[in-house]
């Protein structure tokens, strides 16, 4: 049973930053596709970010390039988005998500996985 818990969601200001992390239970994370994904009130969930295997290849939404970075550590089983420059646009729930048989996608149909999402709220 694979099991993905975010946290390190809240409330900041508007340019400010935070890195959300997702712990990852079960075999093989190491072998997972992970991304994050974000969903406003009223809103589709839309994808944020991806990372393969081994972290040596990401892909971003264009909203968040140059602003959110996502990293893994494989020996602690645990995904990160650290976000800065945060806008308010940027308020949603972020859910991360994982996929064993992709190399690492911006589609949510893809992925098998999903935490139950952080609530991260960006004050103007």
């Known amino acids: 049973q694979v099991q993905l818990v975010e946290s390190g969601g809240g409330l900041v200001q508007a340019g400010g930053s935070l890195r959300l992390s997702c712990a990852v239970s079960g075999r093989a994370f190491s072998r997972y596709a992970m991304g994050w994904f974000r969903q406003a009130p009223g809103k589709e969930r839309e994808f944020v970010a991806t990372i393969n295997w081994s972290g040596g290849s990401t892909y971003y939404a264009d909203s968040v390039k140059g602003r959110f970075t996502i990293s893994r550590d494989n020996a602690k089983n645990t995904v990160y988005l650290k976000m800065n420059s945060l806008k308010p646009e940027d308020t949603a729930v972020y859910y991360c998500?994982?996929?064993?048989?992709?190399?690492?996608?911006?589609?949510?149909?893809?992925?098998?996985?999903w935490g139950q999402g952080t609530q991260v709220t960006v004050s103007s």
């Open positions: 998500a994982g996929s064993n048989g992709i190399l690492y996608s911006s589609s949510a149909d893809h992925y098998h996985y």
